[in-house]
């Protein structure tokens, strides 16, 4: 069955990290989820940046899915009262999961995981498998290092400049509801 609304897949924290301005940014994220008529797809986490997205768009109406390999069930503390829940074998399954359920690709702060995620579906999209918007959420500036080494690697030939606009970059959660406004639903 054809979907008819937007699927938004979030990575992000597991952990909330310790500039509160993350945290505010995975609440109003959520929360702009729902606002949008969209569906949440993301980790199925309870804690960190994961939960509080997952809660703040809980709250305002929006469906979730959360998709969580059995090993990380128990350390993340599956958030099992959300309205699709689906279990994996491992990360690699997780991942494609995730990313199969969404139209576009959402990135807040986040730690190894994150940074995982974010250059898989970067390397998908580089190499033709996608097309799909990835936007980096820059919370509080969080993801300069990461603008600055990918430039580091455009400037040694490891990659070319078109490597930029694989990716969008926004400050906020408005910059993302106008990012995907327009944007084709899978």
Not at 16 to 21: I, K, L, S
Not at 26 to 54: P, S
Not at 156 to 176: I, K
């Amino acid at each position: 069955m054809a979907q008819t609304s937007l699927s938004i897949c979030v990575f992000c924290g597991a952990r909330e990290g310790t500039n509160p301005a993350h945290a505010q940014a995975a609440r109003d994220l959520g929360a702009a989820i729902a606002e949008m008529g969209a569906r949440l797809v993301y980790g199925a986490g309870d804690v960190g940046l994961m939960g509080l997205v997952a809660r703040a768009a809980m709250a305002a109406g929006a469906n979730c899915l959360g998709v969580i390999p059995q090993h990380l069930l128990d350390l993340e503390v599956g958030k099992r009262d959300l309205t699709e829940f689906i279990v994996t074998e491992n990360m690699h399954e997780r991942k494609m999961t995730m990313f199969l359920q969404s139209d576009v690709i959402a990135v807040l702060p986040g730690g190894a995981g994150s940074l995982d995620e974010f250059f898989e579906v970067l390397t998908w999209a580089q190499i033709g498998l996608h097309q799909k918007p990835i936007i980096l959420i820059n919370s509080a500036g969080y993801w300069g290092p990461l603008l600055a080494l990918i430039e580091h690697v455009i400037a040694q030939g490891f990659a070319a400049p078109s490597l930029r606009g694989l990716f969008l970059v926004v400050d906020d959660v408005a910059g993302l509801r106008a990012a995907v406004a327009d944007v084709p639903r899978a």
